[in-house]
């Protein structure tokens, strides 16, 4: 396989405890990224110093040192991403840097030694293939468990785009859930998307957990809402969040929906992207005309 150079992007804050297993999971990966761009979202703790220490150790890693802020998993992530895309671009225009693939990685994750070659090997395979993910998995006793979900729904912080594709696309989206969006605007492009099980990376907390699972749940309420999901579809969701433990999970998660209602009112303004996630519920929920389940 003819190996083509990409670049990784990394938003932070406060991950002292998780960055040195990232950054040595991607040191130690068998193809190294061209290119490392870590954005520090104000972090507090020694964040800072380890991300300093690595970009003076590797020429390929730099650091973006934002304003101290308040962590939030909602507008403002897809803002501090699409910061650290855009610089990944400059850079590496200023540096003649060529690149076929990008990733977004999350600072809390360890990915497996071959993540990348795996990847690209995708990629090559597949011309159409716009943006994969890898699949979370989680350590618990000494068990590797995989995190559910379906094959053609890349996942936020394990994913490539081909260049191509991001480019098609318009970039990041300002959104909640902006990978989920992502997602929905490469398939209205015509281009594939995919997760698979066989490559992986090692989270080392439960997704959307970061803020705590209450504040996670509500952010996805909001998303939800933002995105414009079917009512019908939020009860149901609501109604699965509430039927399994921690039980508390389905009101947080309706109490983010309704807050998405009072306070932010206006919707993710990309008609096609609303109009696709409204007819993907009608039809689940067997109420658009001469659909299928």
């Not at 990733?103 to 030694?113: C, R, Y």
């Not at 039927?243 to 999970?249: E, L, N, R, S, V």
Request: contains cysteine; hydrophobic residues 35%; charged residues 25%.
């Amino acid at each position: 396989m003819v190996i083509k150079n990409y670049v990784v992007v990394t938003p932070c804050k406060n991950e002292e405890k998780n960055l040195p297993a990232l950054a040595s999971s991607i040191i130690d990966n068998t193809i190294k990224p061209s290119l490392w761009i870590i954005l520090n979202d104000g972090s507090t703790d020694n964040t800072c110093i380890i991300l300093n220490n690595l970009e003076k150790e590797y020429n390929w890693i730099k650091v973006i040192h934002e304003k101290e802020s308040i962590r939030d998993l909602g507008l403002h992530y897809s803002d501090i991403v699409n910061k650290a895309i855009k610089c990944a671009f400059a850079t590496c225009e200023k540096r003649s840097i060529n690149f076929e693939y990008i990733g977004l990685i999350d600072a809390d994750m360890i990915l497996d030694k071959d993540f990348f070659e795996k990847i690209i090997d995708r990629f090559e395979k597949n011309p159409k293939l716009g943006v994969c993910s890898g699949t979370v998995a989680y350590i618990s006793n000494g068990q590797k468990t995989l995190e559910k979900g379906r094959e053609k729904h890349p996942i936020g912080g394990l994913r490539v785009w081909r260049k191509k594709c991001l480019e098609d696309t318009g970039g990041f989206p300002t959104s909640y859930s902006a990978d989920s969006v992502s997602n929905v605007l490469a398939i209205l492009k015509g281009w594939d998307t995919r997760k698979y099980e066989d490559i992986t990376g090692i989270q080392t907390r439960k997704t959307s957990s970061a803020e705590g699972m209450w504040k996670g749940l509500i952010t996805r309420g909001k998303s939800d809402y933002y995105r414009d999901y079917h009512p019908v579809y939020v009860i149901l969701k609501f109604l699965k969040y509430s039927i399994k433990p921690p039980f508390y999970t389905g009101i947080a998660y309706l109490w983010g929906y309704i807050i998405g209602v009072i306070v932010i009112k206006n919707k993710i303004n990309i008609p096609e992207v609303r109009a696709y996630y409204r007819n993907k519920h009608l039809e689940l929920l067997n109420l658009k005309k001469g659909t299928e389940r």
